[in-house]
């Protein structure tokens, strides 16, 4: 009896899918938007999001990761790991070529990884430090040696973190200068055509890919439009068919989303997860104070932040680690909007009035009014609060400097808290020159201690036990303030289909999209 | 002969005003906070010294401030504008590669706003006792006092989302390869909306300019005489009143057309039109220090340019003026 439900059941859901499933159809070039504009789309060289977005379709890396970060084959058809942990070894699909023909090879991947990226990416020149050899026994195969277990490292093969440049091109010469930067060669779906500045940038169908019929899409135009209004009316009058994440403001979004045709979704950010962050100066002033600091978070309405300025998307973070990050300890008490306890508190630390100064992130309208919020909660506890309006290059400025008391910021957190969490608060990472380090100045030795066993500790198992540690003291001391894990979301035509089914989104969306028109 | 000795004294001090400038704006880029180095890492999401020394390193950023301004000053004086740091590419080329766009939007918005402006001032003047002159005057003052970005934005919703006439933004249709008469149809119709945006506001100073200096030149007795000679309105209006009363206007475009390089930055950033304005703004945002000296050397250079132009056609206006000099 059960087993012919069973039977019934599978054969109803495979008829099912069949009905469902949709034949795609090759044909069409899809209209988007980029912004702003990169600098350069060479993967390697620029590690801005813009330059990923571009590049992640032209270039690959050896794997690709799904909405659940779980790896999926790209360069590499097949990958094992040994039991210790120490030892990834690639297999390299056999037919892959480079956009100008030459073939690509597991000398490539040595190249990319061993000489390109150390010398040209400061994140993943930190992720191969514990990589103790790379080598290539045969044309494709690929043997990474570890120094010690580092559970992220499966982690580490996407393509704006890993991307597979060419030997051929690059070797001995200057990466950076190197002519061959006005054309990108890489393997991906789709190959460079034209960039026209300030205008757009044409990508067209790579016709050699080495995964049969793929991809769907003619080509893509990546459209320039500086001003963010326009871009919204860009895609009301038809002219494009996608508006990635973050690319309208946000009080643009509901009325975009109920446009005809129009699809929304929150996916594809699961890799980079941003989590908006206060940074609050620990070394001086009423900032120095752990009780201040745990008063500025129950001083804050988070809530009314996300449901207002972010029209309800994203989660108000618990603690240190994100929702999306492994490893995340749920059993803490979140800071409630308590502002009666803020003010507790304040009184209990004897702060009396000095003047802080909130350096807010010049990312757009909802930024500024967001800066205003936080403001105004600040001050409804006694907070003396102003804000100091500056550029970009002054944010990372007075960052870099140290030269603030609460400062906004967004972080990725790369999907593991060893890639993208404990940056931000292990005290051998407090360096004054970069606004991406532990910018706080936090020093705690357990925590410093906690975050290095729990990077090199295998399997996951005893990971864990660490990391809850670690953030059981970080909600206690508060070293900087959580305000929001960001949903961005991105909107598109509902005929265009399997556009976002990847972690990194539209980062190398376009591969499996087609258009049912 | 004196004439020409004073426009070449004029050259002469052109170039000691520019050389100024270049130092000037030399130093004022380096008092801005953060330097490209920190905007492009800052960008990238991680960073550490050793990149951050890369960059500097590479752009020649580590040397001492006045070897920089050395450096900077004898390229310039041997036409080099050097290379943008962000974009990798020469300063000069960049610059060449923008400047048609801004100079059709800019050029055409001027001869737009000079041509109606005089125009419409000169109705107004004539008309100025009666309904049509006030309500020419009251058109010229609310296109003076609305902000442009808001007009930018208004055209655009009515123009191309509400009845879908004209595109909305760009310099030519994307994906479609016009050539030879169909592409300057293509960007004439992309150029309507940017333009005469950034036409409205100058078109209403030269309107009211035109009038208040023509009714002013309709008081003087050689207006009276001709008058009392029984010339036609119309040939006294134009012979006698407007062409005395051009001095003032010539001034001021004279002035705006020293802005035509870089004058443009919101009109192109609505209208996302890939000119100079856009990319100094950008520029300044990347602290990209060679690329935005080379654009203020740019407009520096057309700002001296059209005072001196200016100042010919003073004389060829109002000989008085040449003999005086």
Avoid at chain 1, 327 to 333: C, H, T, V
Avoid at chain 2, 15 to 28: C, G, R, W
Wanted: hydrophobic share 45%; with cysteine; net charge negative.
């Amino acid at each position: 009896m059960k087993k012919t439900l069973t039977l019934a059941i599978t054969i109803a859901s495979l008829a099912a899918t069949y009905a469902w499933a949709e034949e795609p159809r090759s044909g069409g070039v899809i209209n988007t938007v980029i912004q702003p504009e990169p600098p350069g789309i060479i993967a390697g060289v620029h590690q801005n999001a813009p330059t990923q977005t571009v590049s992640g379709n032209i270039y690959e890396s050896l794997l690709r990761y799904d909405t659940d970060l779980n790896p999926m084959p790209q360069l590499a058809r097949d990958w094992t790991v040994s039991e210790d942990g120490l030892t990834y070894t690639f297999y390299l699909h056999e037919d892959a070529t480079w956009h100008d023909g030459e073939p690509f090879t597991s000398a490539d991947v040595v190249f990319s990884t061993d000489v390109y990226l150390r010398e040209m990416n400061p994140r993943t020149r930190t992720i191969l430090s514990h990589v103790k050899s790379i080598e290539a026994p045969d044309d494709h195969t690929v043997v990474f040696t570890l120094k010690n277990a580092f559970g992220p490292f499966i982690l580490a093969f996407e393509a704006g973190t890993m991307p597979m440049m060419p030997k051929h091109i690059y070797e001995n010469t200057d990466f950076r200068t190197n002519e061959a930067n006005n054309h990108p060669i890489g393997t991906g779906p789709f190959k460079f055509e034209s960039w026209d500045r300030g205008r757009v940038i044409k990508l067209v169908k790579n016709e050699d890919y080495y995964e049969e019929g793929l991809p769907y899409l003619d080509g893509i135009n990546w459209h320039v439009i500086p001003d963010a209004s326009s871009r919204a009316v860009a895609y009301e009058n038809g002219t494009i068919d996608v508006l990635p994440a973050n690319s309208v403001e946000n009080f643009d979004i509901p009325r975009l989303s109920k446009l005809d045709n129009t699809c929304r979704t929150e996916q594809g950010q699961e890799y980079f997860s941003p989590f908006a962050m206060l940074w609050m100066n620990n070394r001086e002033g009423p900032t120095a104070d752990k009780r201040f600091r745990q008063a500025v978070m129950y001083a804050l309405d988070r809530e009314f932040v996300r449901d207002v300025l972010w029209n309800g998307l994203g989660k108000v973070p618990l603690s240190s680690f994100g929702s999306n990050a492994s490893f995340q300890n749920d059993s803490l008490p979140p800071y409630e909007h308590d502002p009666e306890r803020a003010r507790e508190l304040l009184d209990e630390m004897g702060y009396e009035g000095e003047e802080i100064r909130l350096l807010p992130i010049p990312y757009g309208e909802t930024w500024v009014r967001w800066a205003e919020a936080v403001q105004q909660n600040l001050q409804e506890v006694g907070i003396n609060v102003s804000t100091q309006s500056t550029d970009i290059g002054g944010w990372n400025q007075r960052l870099a400097e140290w030269d603030y008391d609460l400062a906004f910021t967004y972080l990725f957190q790369y999907g593991d808290p060893a890639l993208g969490i404990s940056r931000t608060y292990i005290s051998s990472n407090i360096a004054k020159g970069s606004p991406w380090n532990n910018v706080e100045g936090y020093k705690n030795e357990r925590v410093d201690e906690l975050f290095d066993l729990a990077a090199t500790a295998y399997p996951d198992k005893k990971r864990e036990e660490y990391y809850h540690e670690a953030q059981e003291i970080l909600h206690d001391e508060v070293p900087v303030g959580w305000l929001l894990e960001l949903g961005f979301p991105t909107l598109y035509r509902c005929d265009v289909k399997n556009l976002v089914t990847t972690g990194i989104g539209l980062n190398d969306g376009f591969k499996n999209a087609w258009f049912d028109r | 002969m004196l004439y020409a000795r004073l426009i070449i004294m004029r050259l002469l001090k052109a170039v000691i005003v520019l050389f100024l400038i270049v130092i000037f704006n030399f130093f004022l880029i380096h008092m801005a906070p953060g330097d490209p180095a920190v905007v492009m890492a800052g960008e990238a999401g991680a960073t550490d010294a050793e990149f951050l020394n890369q960059l500097r390193e590479q752009f020649g950023l580590d040397q001492p401030l006045y070897v920089q301004l050395w450096n900077y000053v004898s390229g310039i004086a041997t036409l080099d504008f050097g290379y943008s740091y962000r974009q990798q590419t020469p300063v000069f080329d960049l610059i060449m590669d923008r400047l048609p766009a801004t100079l059709l939007l800019t050029g055409t918005a001027f001869v737009m706003s000079l041509g109606l402006g005089i125009l419409a001032g000169s109705m107004a003047a004539a008309r100025a006792k009666k309904l049509s002159g006030s309500l020419i005057m009251a058109l010229a003052l609310v296109f003076y006092a609305t902000p442009l970005f808001w007009v930018a934005l208004m055209a655009v919703m009515l123009f191309s989302v509400q009845l879908e006439w004209l595109p909305a933004y760009g310099y030519y249709t994307v994906g479609t390869d016009l050539t030879g008469f169909a592409l300057v149809l293509d960007i004439g119709q992309h150029l309507i909306l940017p333009a005469t945006t950034l036409a409205l506001f100058s078109m209403a100073v030269y309107t009211r300019m035109t009038r208040t200096s023509m009714l002013e030149a309709s008081q003087q007795d050689y207006v009276k005489t001709a008058r009392a000679k029984g010339l036609a309105p119309g040939v006294i209006q134009r012979r006698h009143i407007l062409r005395n009363a051009l001095l003032p206007i010539i001034t001021l475009a004279g002035l705006q057309a020293g802005q035509m390089v870089g004058g443009a930055i919101l009109t192109e950033t609505v209208f996302a039109w890939p000119g100079i304005g856009r990319l100094m703004f950008e520029a300044l945002m990347q602290r990209d220090y060679n690329l935005l000296l080379g654009i203020f050397f740019f407009s520096a250079a057309l700002v001296i340019a059209f005072n001196i132009i200016t100042d010919l056609v003073y004389g060829l206006v109002d000989p008085r003026i040449k003999e005086s000099s």
